[in-house]
């Protein structure tokens, strides 16, 4: 059985602002919660107008305090922008908080431009290149302590957080099967080496002391409502934010423009396509035959859902097509 979860990136809309966003957050956490998703993840982003989940750990904690069953966790936390101990005394704190319900999703990349990683400067001479590293010393933060170990996290040490390592290449496939780590795709942004990073994943995995065998979730974007209409308008906002983030002018995410599509030059199209490869559009009949097409495909153990849709209701909606479409397919 493929489960189904949720990738917030925690939008802010077009004339409205981060407190109605954080509402926002709360509300859609609570509807996957009754509708069976399995997780509800957060994405770490700085620097960008449109995105509000820069404090991922803060915001997981408010949406925390508001649910009561469903997984929470970051997807994912940047560790370059962050020393190990203080993701591990963070997440330790929400495992303390809400045990049995935190997943730390571990992301390489920094989540904006490079002027903006070298203002978060979690040190001097902080880069990607210690990713590996950075990740040992968590699972270490978080195993039980060693006697006379000298620096431990509190809280945090023998909690066990479970680690994913995300990626959008094959580095990432590569990392997750070396250590024996559940792996998710960021093939909602960055389609092209979906399937070699799969394959990678499970032809290398070893297993460890937190899995004995490969576990895959991959993204999808979701432009889901009642009749194929109205998916068509709704879909233009998520257009509209992939041609600002192509130019380098990230905005907030706009209202739909009836007609958006017909504008649009070859280059701007074929930049949204490419974007948008794995996408859920249209009306519950088109998302099922999508979702169904994208787990034959993946094979993925889990499918996990972002939807950049400007009208909060018409999100909540397709997060409910989503989920009728998905229990169709068990």
């Given at each position: 059985m493929t489960l189904l979860s949720v990738l917030d990136l925690a939008p802010i809309t077009e004339g409205s602002d981060a407190t109605q966003s954080f509402r926002n957050s709360v509300e859609i956490a609570q509807l996957a919660e009754r509708l069976g998703y399995n997780r509800y993840w957060l994405a770490e982003h700085h620097n960008i107008p449109g995105i509000a989940s820069a404090a991922t750990a803060v915001l997981l904690s408010h949406v925390g305090a508001h649910t009561k069953t469903i997984r929470i966790g970051s997807g994912g936390v940047m560790l370059p922008n962050h020393a190990p101990l203080v993701i591990a005394e963070q997440f330790g704190t929400l495992a303390s908080l809400y045990p049995d319900r935190i997943d730390l999703g571990l992301g390489r990349a920094p989540g904006t431009d490079g002027l903006t990683a070298q203002a978060l400067r979690r040190s001097l001479n902080a880069n990607v290149d210690t990713f590996p590293r950075d990740v040992l010393e968590l699972?270490?933060?978080?195993?039980?302590?060693?006697?006379?170990?000298?620096?431990?996290?509190?809280?945090?040490?023998?909690?066990k957080v479970p680690l994913w390592i995300l990626g959008s290449s094959l580095y990432g496939a590569e990392m997750a099967a070396h250590f024996g780590l559940p792996y998710a795709f960021a093939s909602h942004f960055a389609p092209t080496d979906l399937r070699q990073a799969l394959h990678i994943y499970r032809q290398n995995f070893k297993p460890s002391a937190q899995l004995d065998r490969p576990?895959?979730?991959?993204?999808?974007?979701?432009?889901?409502?009642?009749?194929?209409?109205?998916?068509?308008?709704?879909?233009?906002?998520?257009?509209q934010g992939v041609l600002g983030l192509a130019r380098?002018?990230?905005?907030?995410?706009?209202?739909?423009?009836?007609?958006?599509?017909?504008?649009?030059?070859?280059?701007?199209?074929?930049?949204?396509?490419?974007?948008?490869?794995?996408?859920?559009?249209?009306?519950?009949?088109?998302?099922?035959?999508?979702?169904?097409?994208?787990?034959?495909?993946?094979?993925?153990?889990?499918?996990?859902?972002?939807?950049?849709?400007?009208?909060?209701?018409?999100?909540?909606?397709?997060?409910?097509?989503?989920?009728?479409?998905?229990?169709?397919?068990?």
């Open positions: 699972q270490q933060y978080f195993a039980d302590p060693e006697p006379g170990q000298r620096i431990q996290a509190v809280p945090g040490a023998g909690l576990y895959v979730m991959a993204a999808m974007n979701l432009q889901a409502a009642d009749t194929r209409e109205q998916a068509d308008v709704i879909v233009t906002s998520l257009m380098g002018m990230p905005i907030r995410l706009p209202p739909p423009i009836k007609g958006f599509a017909d504008q649009l030059g070859l280059q701007e199209k074929a930049a949204i396509s490419r974007f948008m490869t794995y996408t859920a559009l249209g009306d519950p009949q088109d998302v099922s035959e999508r979702l169904r097409e994208f787990k034959a495909e993946t094979d993925a153990d889990e499918i996990i859902l972002t939807a950049q849709i400007f009208d909060h209701q018409a999100r909540l909606r397709a997060f409910e097509i989503a989920a009728e479409a998905m229990s169709e397919l068990i």
